[in-house]
């Protein structure tokens, strides 16, 4: 399968404990955005690497967190001090870089994360 | 204000009947995508169907059609022969070209498809 992976799919941790996600894009997507769901909304966008460059970051995207992409590959977010409405599930994308309206993003399994 | 509205929170429609989602939205960009993503309680987001602003035609993908209204700015999906396995969450979003790419998602429609 050559689909977009993310590890772990569940994270359970205490208040106040890091945590790191990983995502996998398909291998000839060299765009990665990350989004956070919480329960009942939609996805919101956090962050977007074209190649291993971090070209936009969210309003939502706190000091707390950090997304890295650092050979262009895989990504990473990392969350410190995790609050409670940290909780959520937490998307990865990717897609080609089309330029065009129409570039389709495909979203892997993401990481469900629960902060006790 | 929503840039991308779905107005209908739950649905239930019985198996094999057709079914009708919900979405408008609002840009002042020309250039603009439009994309329709299921995701089942896996909490997987699975593309569906994709339907450009420059697009003639109504986009269709299978079962899956997309009702494109430019002038009223909506941007229907159309199931047709629905299947239970078709029960999930529907999301409809926009990326415009000027956003830097990034997906501006509704709230989500619940369909559940009874036996």
């Known amino acids: 399968d050559t689909g977009v992976s993310q590890d772990p799919r569940h994270k359970i941790t205490k208040r106040g404990q890091n945590v790191t996600f990983r995502c996998d894009p398909i291998s000839e997507h060299n765009r990665l955005y990350w989004y956070r769901q919480t329960l009942g909304q939609g996805p919101e966008f956090l962050t977007y690497f074209q190649n291993e460059a971090q070209l936009e970051k969210s309003r939502l995207l706190s000091d707390r967190f950090s997304a890295e992409r650092p050979k262009g590959s895989f990504s990473t977010l990392e969350i410190q001090r995790t609050e409670q409405g940290d909780s959520a599930m937490y998307l990865c994308?990717?897609?080609?870089?089309?330029?065009?309206?129409?570039?389709?993003?495909?979203f892997g399994p993401g990481t469900r994360l629960l902060v006790l | 204000a929503q840039k991308i509205t779905q107005t209908q929170p739950g649905m239930f429609v019985q198996e094999k009947e057709a079914v009708t989602l919900d979405c408008t939205y609002d840009t002042s960009d020309p250039s603009y995508g439009l994309f329709w993503y299921k995701q089942p309680s896996s909490g997987e987001m699975i593309f569906l169907i994709y339907?450009?602003?420059?697009d003639q035609q109504n986009a269709t993908e299978g079962r899956y059609s997309l009702n494109f209204q430019k002038a009223r700015k909506s941007a229907n999906l159309v199931i047709s022969a629905s299947q239970l396995g078709d029960s999930a969450m529907y999301f409809c979003?926009?990326?415009?070209?000027?956003?830097?790419?990034?997906?501006?998602w509704g709230a989500g429609t619940k369909l559940i498809i009874k036996p």
């Open positions: 339907q450009g602003s420059y």
């Open positions: 994308a990717s897609s080609l870089p089309l330029g065009l309206a129409g570039e389709t993003q495909y």
């Open positions: 979003a926009m990326r415009e070209v000027d956003s830097n790419y990034q997906l501006i």
